[in-house]
């Protein structure tokens, strides 16, 4: 205000839209406005558990002059996703009843109801773990699209959740672009310069895939891309020093030839290798698909996909037995092995993606991709699904030739769910729920890392304890994350999230990124940062952040976590806390 209204009362009231006035904070004040016409009223609120938007309306006057503002806040949680799953068999001309219970913040609750005519498949809790996935290297960001490309050949899908998926695997399409090189190879990180060969084969075969879905991936870039892949197809020699690097040019060699060039040299000379088992298998699928099935299922005679030992090296292609399995079940499909010979493991696919298993975002994308695939080839239909789904009394009539059918719903606090068959055949019946429930990791434990992070005050270096700061207080993090083991660690991912009442100072916008070094890739945002890593045997990484304490109020400080992102036992996390900024 101007000094001409100095040592005048202004009148302050506020109006919020979800929030509540924190104790006994009045809604309306009077404030005295000082010699440099400045006035400040405070106005103290309690966020309520639940997410979406805040609103404040504000409106001050003083004699003659009145103003009015507003500011929408978004209300999100940094908790994470919880789900349960109930599966229940229901005979022909039965019924059953299930009672939910919502659990979670309102606004995070979701609901499905599937319907599945020959194996329980509840894949959504999967889906929820891709498309959530909180890093981003080329690998899990093709993973959250990828499924999606033929899942409606798998489930009867609303148009609503159709144009969803449309529109995630389009804008993963154009994600690809950040990771581009200008060869037309492909960082791992966006931006960077450090190519992993399987992950930008994996967005090679992604990209065609989605253009032979009808997907806008331009003729022009893809045609750049998969000539940077023929010539490292038709240049590569097997390495004896590197034996298992093989199943990448197999992978090349199946990506090439489904793209409809393959580089039949290059596969004849791969051929006679003593090859790994999945290179037979990527190799006896490029083959197939060369139109040579006798060639490839010559290849398929010895696979063994009982055996663990068929698994791929996890550190040259992200191996796991499932991921492998699926792309085994997928090379007998393309060489027309009996369906008797295909069901058992699609079954076993089926059931692993049904199981509450921990899976990475490989194996997870990989195996619901190749069941998909599944359906779309053998035109799978099963016997016709007729059922009614009552949700609360709201009723909804599926009537399908798919395998699977989903009704979706919001959970209230109780909810009634009645599935009646109506088929001439028994089916499952599956209820999905999620929401984010308010709980953090309550004790620090780990495996294979070891953590510290210290506080300090930026202006004389002693350590400090944060968990009481003075408002506008600067002050870093230092977080020091060790492997004392005698094996490398790969893939390590630390997440630093900041309680609502700190900032984090972007350090790189102002000297070289020193805070950093060591790391793969860094993605600072205002309230976040995360660090990638590897950790040779005994060593360890150090990284600062630098911190200022914002907004005065009472907050929670989300646990600490440092993860290998692709191997659930080594982690290490340090548990949650209470932090307070004062005025």
């Known amino acids: 205000m101007a000094p001409d209204y100095a040592g005048k009362n202004v009148s302050v009231t506020a109006k919020v839209e979800n929030l509540e006035a924190a104790g006994n904070t009045s809604l309306s004040k009077s404030v005295k406005v000082n010699a440099d016409g400045e006035a400040v009223a405070t106005f103290e609120f309690v966020v309520p558990e639940v997410t979406g938007t805040a609103k404040i309306s504000l409106s001050a006057s003083c004699e003659s002059l009145k103003v009015d503002k507003s500011i929408e806040l978004p209300i999100r949680t940094p908790y994470s996703v919880k789900s349960q799953v109930t599966t229940q068999k229901i005979a022909a001309g039965e019924n059953y009843n299930f009672d939910i219970a919502k659990f979670g913040i309102d606004g995070t609750n979701e609901g499905k109801v599937s319907i599945y005519s020959m194996i329980p498949l509840n894949i959504f809790d999967r889906l929820e773990f891709l498309t959530s996935y909180p890093h981003g290297c080329l690998e899990q960001t093709v993973s ?36 581009m090189r200008s060869d037309y190879s492909m960082s791992n990180w966006r931006g960077g310069n450090y190519v992993n060969p399987w992950t930008e084969i994996y967005a090679a075969h992604f990209l065609v895939e989605a253009k032979e879905n009808g997907y806008n991936v331009p003729s022009n870039l893809l045609e750049k891309i998969m000539s940077y892949h023929a010539s490292k197809a038709n240049a590569w020699r097997y390495n004896v020093d590197a034996p298992t690097s093989d199943v990448i040019q197999a992978y090349r060699l199946y990506v090439l030839a489904l793209y409809g060039k393959p580089s039949t040299a290059a596969m004849n000379r791969f051929k006679s290798e003593n090859l790994q088992p999945l290179s037979k298998t990527l190799l006896s699928a490029a083959y197939s698909l060369s139109g040579k099935t006798k060639v490839a299922k010559t290849l398929l005679e010895d696979a063994d996909y009982q055996s663990t030992k068929w698994q791929s090296d996890y550190y040259i292609s992200y191996g796991s037995y499932l991921r492998d399995l699926a792309f085994g079940v997928y090379a007998e499909m393309l060489a027309g092995s009996d369906e008797s010979f295909i069901q058992p493991y699609i079954n076993i696919i089926a059931e692993k993606l049904s199981a509450k298993d921990w899976l990475d975002t490989q194996t997870t994308a990989v195996a619901i991709f190749v069941l998909g695939k599944y359906a779309d080839k053998n035109n799978l239909v099963a016997s016709a699904l007729n059922a009614v789904v009552s949700v609360d009394g709201n009723t909804n009539a599926i009537n399908t030739s798919r395998p699977s059918a989903v009704v979706n719903f919001v959970p209230k606090n109780q909810t009634n769910i009645k599935v009646e068959n109506k088929s001439n055949n028994p089916f499952y019946a599956s209820v999905y729920t999620k929401g984010a429930v308010a709980e953090y990791d309550t004790e620090e434990s780990g495996y294979y890392y070891k953590m510290t992070v210290k506080y300090y005050s930026k202006d004389n270096n002693k350590e400090i304890n944060p968990a009481s700061l003075q408002q506008n207080a600067e002050f870093y993090a230092k977080i020091v994350v060790e492997n004392p083991n005698e094996y490398q660690v790969t893939e390590g991912a630390l997440s630093f999230i900041v309680p609502a009442g700190w900032e984090i100072n972007n350090e790189r916008l102002f000297d070289d990124g020193a805070s950093y070094g060591g790391c793969n890739y860094v993605d600072i945002r205002d309230d976040r940062a995360n660090f990638y890593f590897d950790l040779k045997p005994y060593d360890k990484i150090e990284l600062t952040v630098y911190l200022t304490a914002v907004y005065a109020g009472s907050y929670t400080m989300p646990p600490v976590r440092c993860d290998d992102m692709y191997n659930n036992e080594i982690y290490y996390v340090i548990p949650a806390r209470k932090v307070v900024v004062k005025m």
């Open 144 to 179: 959250k699209a990828f499924p999606l490309l033929y899942l409606n050949r798998l489930l009867e899908i609303d148009d609503v959740t159709k144009q969803t998926m449309n529109n995630n695997v389009t804008t993963v399409i154009s994600d690809i672009n950040a990771y």
